[in-house]
């Protein structure tokens, strides 16, 4: 089982949607959470950062933690065709160091 | 603010042969990360460098292997190159202990080996 599981997708919504992108972890030493965002034939960008459970909202986008379900997931509201990418979790915790485990990602499409 | 700077945006190696990669991190971040992300295997972790010193590595062969210099700018070398080496090789950068707002990450070096 890998650490982290992600949704493969990919996933096509129309504009406008509620998007939901989700990953499981199989480690509970995790405490920092982080969701990505990768356009074609760039780097990640940081989205979203959260430190252990709850949520995190920042304007369209709500990041929520559930460790006890060892779940997290991203939404996005009001999807645009800016938001087409792809989209890697990543986490890190105690004995990781500074050293973040991604998620392979989610290729997400919003269709105008 | 520049950001994370990575050099070349394209490498094409013969198989056997050395591939060397570069990389300029965010002025004021110590810590250099080097990652590879294979199609399909998303983010794999290579190097981490602080301080001119390998921290830790991910398993990867020695072959991979890389440095970091005194003004923090690191280099990622890979030696006897395999076909399965094609990859986006991402540097990221972050202020050490400070991993609050992640990494940095620069666009990436794309190595075709053939």
């Known amino acids: 089982q890998k650490e982290v599981e992600q949704d493969p997708g990919p996933l096509s919504v129309p504009e406008g949607a509620i998007v939901s992108l989700n990953c499981t972890y199989s480690?509970?030493?995790?405490?920092?959470f982080m969701w990505y965002r990768q356009y074609s034939r760039k780097g990640p960008e940081l989205l979203m950062y959260?430190?252990?459970?709850g949520n995190k909202e920042d304007g369209r986008f709500t990041a929520q933690v559930d460790k006890s379900s060892k779940y997290i997931s991203l939404f996005i509201r009001d999807s645009q065709p800016s938001d087409s990418a792809t989209y890697l979790c990543?986490?890190?915790?105690?004995?990781?160091?500074?050293?973040?485990?991604f998620g392979p990602g989610t290729r997400l499409s919003v269709l105008p | 603010e520049a950001g994370v700077t990575q050099s070349p945006t394209h490498l094409i190696k013969t198989r056997g042969q050395q591939a060397t990669l570069r990389c300029s991190p965010i002025?004021?971040?110590?810590?250099v990360y080097w990652y590879q992300q294979a199609l399909g295997l998303g983010l794999q972790f290579l190097l981490w460098?602080?301080?001119?010193?390998?921290?830790n590595r991910g398993n990867f062969p020695p072959r991979f292997s890389g440095r970091q210099f005194p003004n923090y700018s690191s280099e990622l070398n890979v030696n006897a190159l395999e076909l399965e080496d094609s990859a986006l090789y991402l540097c990221?950068?972050?202020?050490?202990?400070?991993?609050?707002?992640?990494?940095?990450f620069g666009s990436g070096t794309r190595l075709t080996v053939v």
């Open positions: 990543a986490m890190n915790g105690v004995g990781y160091g500074q050293n973040f485990v």
């Open positions: 002025s004021g971040h110590t810590s």
């Open positions: 460098y602080d301080e001119g010193e390998e921290r």
């Open positions: 480690n509970s030493a995790f405490q920092y």
């Open positions: 959260t430190y252990s459970s």
């Open positions: 990221a950068s972050s202020r050490r202990g400070n991993l609050n707002y992640g990494y940095t």
